[in-house]
């Protein structure tokens, strides 16, 4: 039972990077937005059922609208699907989005069935109006057209980039690391600091020396990583989390990249699709490859020769959008562990022998284990899942619960007339007005508990209809795997969530079904 409220309009607004207006960079936020906002809140306040509601607003500033991954309007779709919204409202269509199909499973199916009305001014349209009628396909034909024109869009910003690019214009989101922006913005000059590393990794490399070993020295000697140098200046790039460790992928990953010989390299990956966040790798017969491009950091010859020491195969070429990420964290640094495929596989951590004194040094747990622990724990949760009340157990006493719920709304729905023929004797003389007005008080106090019961009781149909749903699930997964002798791949991947190791040989795990068995128990 839904608690009184008031009426709760979203109004949702959209900017994406083609509309940004470079000119108000010093500003908070662009013109657009704030046009949008007084655009809706002009039309909001004309209309006289608006009064009264509570307005909410969801923005989304340089986000496309080819697809839904924006965190404001997944924040407003979570929200109305708890059905804490009653409108919403946007300038036009393209601003909620640019996809028609999907566009078009909000207006026609999702939004009529959660009650929630839609209106996008500038197209004239109100959800309230076609209930029932044949008027989305008019909003859907225009959708189509947004979609058409963001990706003919897309495609000429991207030959725009692409013609940039063959003229030997510097076009990247970051600046890569060892240069830096040259004066004029557009070029890119060396960064003395970043580039005396550089040299002398690839040096380092070329004289024989272990990917492994160097990084153990740079560490030691307190030098920052890529990452770590450029957010020391007060370039993010974008990223968040500390990477202040060197280690081998890293190391490799230099010595690789032909910038620091002086070639650009573009269109290495790729979005196959407009609004996809995703890349893919392309071939090399793809990529745009310009020599000569900038100022070399290393030689050719030595970029030749700190390569051919390391190589030991041609790289193997795959989409790594579309690998699978391990499960096992190391409880030190929280980084994951790798896998050593021997006889005997075991976990280390990335960091082993990177840092000298390092707790991450001594994790070290084999396969097998982690895999008896866990199904262990496993057998441990069958036991106890069997004890307990069984899923119709709890759709009874969801039954029961609804009976009382239906009578509680009846008591509930005979208040107001009580009230009105308490109201009648007092204007008739059959009572005197402090005998009305403390039988009123009592209406009222009966009312107040009568709903605040209401929603006990719906509160407990929810928490019933949950169990009920995680019995079935964990009946499920003891069905499938309850005749089972030992932990297999399969079980380890649909079961165990995460598993951290700590320098103790601890194991702590995160179960899939976690929540579920909570909610039993």
Known sequence: MKKHRKHCIAVYIRLSMEDLDLSSGEKDESFSIANQRNY??????????FRDAKIREFVDDGHSGTNFQRPAVQEMLQLSRQGE??????????????????VGDYLEQIFPFLGIRFISINDGYDSREFSGQTGGMDIAFKNFIYEMYSRDLSE??????????????????????????????????????????????????????????LARELNEEGIPTRLAYKQGKGEQCGRH??????????????????VYQGDMVYRKSVRTKVGCSRKTRQPEDKWIVLPDHHEAIVSKELFRK??????????????????????????????????????????????KDLLKISRCNIIRIEKAAIEKAAWTVWQEHERVFESLPESGFHQEKQKKMQKQETALQQKLSRIPADKMK????????????????????????????????????????????????????????????????????????????????????????????????????
């Open 241 to 258: 989390y500390q990477a202040n460790i060197w280690n081998h992928d890293k190391i490799h990953s230099i010595i690789h990249n032909r």
């Open 40 to 49: 809706i809140m002009a039309y909001l306040k004309q209309k006289e059922e």
């Open 422 to 521: 308490l109201y009648e004797s007092f204007r008739a003389g059959r009572m005197t007005k402090d005998m009305f007005l403390r039988e009123k008080e009592l209406l009222n106090r009966q009312e107040e508990e009568t709903r605040k019961s209401l929603e006990d009781i719906a509160l407990q149909i929810t928490r019933q209809e949950s169990k009920a749903k995680s019995y079935d699930k964990l009946s499920e997964l003891v069905g499938k795997y309850g005749g089972a002798d030992a932990a297999t791949d399969e079980f380890m991947k649909e079961m165990v969530e995460k598993v951290v190791v700590y320098e103790d040989r601890r194991i702590e795990i995160v179960w899939r079904y976690g929540d579920e068995f909570g909610d039993c128990v």
């Open 306 to 351: 700190a390569n051919d020491s390391i190589r030991t195969g041609e790289t193997p070429k795959y989409d790594r959008c579309g690998l699978e990420r391990g499960r096992i964290f190391c409880g030190c640094c929280g980084n994951r562990l790798e896998l050593r495929r021997t006889k005997n596989p075991y976990y280390l951590c990335k960091r």
């Open 85 to 102: 919204i009653d409108c919403i409202v946007v300038k036009d269509l393209s601003r909620f989005g640019r996809n028609y199909l999907e």
């Open 156 to 213: 000429k910003v991207k030959s725009g980039v692409t013609t940039c690019m063959k003229r030997g214009e510097y076009h990247s989101g970051c600046m890569v690391y060892g240069y830096e922006k040259a004066e004029d913005g557009r070029g890119m000059a060396v960064d003395p600091a970043a580039a005396a590393v550089i040299r002398r990794i690839f040096q380092e490399i070329a004289g024989g020396k272990r990917a492994n070993l």
